[in-house]
């Protein structure tokens, strides 16, 4: 079993002082970069190093465009410590998303620099298109983490047809599995916080069970934190989070069981979900 480097490799690019010191940077894709490099690195197709680049610069792709979702575009007047704040997510971002290139480019992978390109403009059309739907309250709370798990998706099926044909429908498998298990912890932590809660589940959760006046409410933007906690422990939004967490395990590890037949394979698969079993309601 070859040992997975792809998180250590990428705080050279990640753990700059100005930006850890200054903002937030989102949660590294792990579990995602480790499935797309445990199955390209089956077989003898690519190398290791080769392996290695192809997740590290996707991980970095999503890091860029997961940066730059958290910029805060509200138009008021900002502090300087927000205002600087602001203004290295966006610098983050950028430098994330451009290291994709560079690296590719410098290693005469020209074709993926394409495939990743195509990938991109797929995530930022379907994200504009669910995001145009949920101002519109067209979106409930279930089709938003079925879109959502889309969109965590895009960026990884880039290398669907760089995967072993016999192993490509497992890689599909596992990688909804994975996304959706990274979609639903990120929201049960940001269900509590009312201002990280807009355009999430926790919101439409409890948009789609409530009065009209607490609709209008929310619609504007008039719910305090306490009235907010009032609201989700009333729907338990959270005790809802955390079963689809638990469910999503468990679904995981019957995949696994039923259909990786392979020990080495298996083993990997293993190493990659055991992290996700803390969320769980009985951890």
Not at 242 to 269: R, W
Request: with cysteine.
């Amino acid at each position: 079993m070859i040992s997975y480097r792809v998180a250590n490799l990428a705080k050279k690019y990640t753990d700059y002082d100005m930006i850890q010191r200054h903002t937030e940077l989102p949660t590294f894709p792990n579990g995602r970069v480790q499935l797309l490099y445990t199955f390209l690195n089956q077989g003898q197709r690519y190398s290791v190093e080769d392996s290695e680049l192809f997740s590290l610069v996707t991980a970095l792709v999503q890091m860029g465009l997961d940066t730059h979702e958290m910029i805060d575009v509200q138009e008021e007047d900002l502090g300087e410590q927000d205002m600087r704040s602001r203004q290295l997510k966006v610098l983050g971002g950028d430098f994330f998303s451009s290291r994709f290139y560079q690296l590719l480019a410098q290693s005469g992978h020209i074709s993926v620099i394409a495939s990743l390109s195509d990938g991109i403009c797929r995530l930022n059309e379907r994200k504009m298109s669910l995001y145009d739907r949920m101002k519109k309250h067209k979106v409930s709370s279930e089709e938003y983490v079925q879109e959502s798990v889309q969109l965590k998706k895009q960026l990884f099926l880039s290398f669907q047809n760089m995967i072993a044909e016999q192993q490509a429908g497992l890689y599909d498998q596992f990688l909804t599995s994975v996304s959706l298990l990274d979609l639903l912890v990120e929201e049960r932590e940001a269900a509590s916080d009312v201002e990280r809660s807009k355009s999430r589940f926790a919101y439409l959760h409890v948009y789609e069970n409530e009065s009209s006046d607490v609709r209008s409410a929310l619609a504007k933007g008039k719910v305090t934190p306490s009235e907010w906690n009032e609201l989700i422990n009333k729907h338990k939004t959270i005790e809802v989070l955390t079963k689809k967490i638990d469910q999503s395990v468990l679904s995981v590890q019957g995949l696994l069981e039923s259909q990786v037949q392979d020990h080495v394979l298996s083993e990997e698969l293993k190493t990659l979900i055991e992290p996700y079993f803390i969320h769980r309601a009985s951890a």
